[in-house]
């Protein structure tokens, strides 16, 4: 079975063909912005146009807009194609692809999030979610125990904050390792998770 993985909900776009368990083809940019513009272009390039019988895509904490851009790319061609639309949170696969690289045991990660805040969750030695996604200042994120190491965009840079030594390592999600997600932590209706309150509240 063939499966498209797609992954926007960070300033990373990435997208990945899966035949099996294999790679056949994958994209993974660096844009910061302009998801909406390169996503389906990034898809369409993939060998068969990316069509897949499952389609994965992560669905935050992240960018609002990138989750939303992720989400609806993926229901759109889940339609066109009678595909399977599963979706796996963006954290987990961080989490997965630091233990996978650095053969870590519980991990901690910790990404960008909105308004300067940064998005952390902690993994437990299965890879599982020991507790759900924070969004806390960078000081707040520093002060929490230094038990474990840390992967995700702003690792080093809570590792500078800290007063404690752990390992840390810079990284993006990228789709082309969305395989090494467990089928117990993927999502059979996909919704977005967004790690933070909106900052818009409609008038009561």
């Known amino acids: 079975m063939r499966t498209l993985a797609i992954d926007c909900a960070t300033e990373a776009c990435s997208v990945a063909l899966f035949e099996g368990g294999a790679v056949i083809a994958s994209d993974h940019r660096v844009l910061g912005r302009g998801h909406a ?7 369409a390039a993939l060998p068969d146009r990316g069509k ?4 994965r895509v992560s669905v935050g904490p992240g ?33 997965a692809m630091a ?4 053969q870590w045991g519980a991990v901690r990660v910790c990404m960008s999030g909105g308004h300067g805040e940064w998005f952390v969750q902690e993994f437990d030695l299965s ?3 020991s ?3 924070l969004s806390l200042a960078p000081d707040q994120a520093a002060s929490l125990p230094a038990d474990r190491p840390v992967a995700g965009s702003q690792a080093t ?3 500078g904050l800290s007063r404690s030594p752990f390992d840390a390592v810079d990284m993006l999600p990228d789709a082309s390792r969305a395989q090494l997600l467990e089928k117990r932590i993927l999502f059979d209706t996909p919704r977005a998770v967004y790690g933070r309150k ?3 509240k409609i008038p009561a």
């Open 37 to 43: 513009e390169m996503l389906v272009p990034m898809i």
């Open 52 to 55: 897949a019988a499952q389609i």
């Open 63 to 95: 960018s609002f807009t990138g989750v939303r851009i992720g989400l609806a790319t993926a229901r759109a061609l889940g339609i066109a194609w009678q595909a399977q639309v599963v979706g796996y949170p963006a954290l987990a696969l961080v989490a």
């Open 99 to 102: 233990r996978e690289d650095n």
């Open 127 to 129: 890879g599982q979610p």
């Open 131 to 133: 507790a759900p996604p």
């Open 157 to 159: 840079a809570l590792k």
């Open 198 to 200: 909106p900052d818009a």
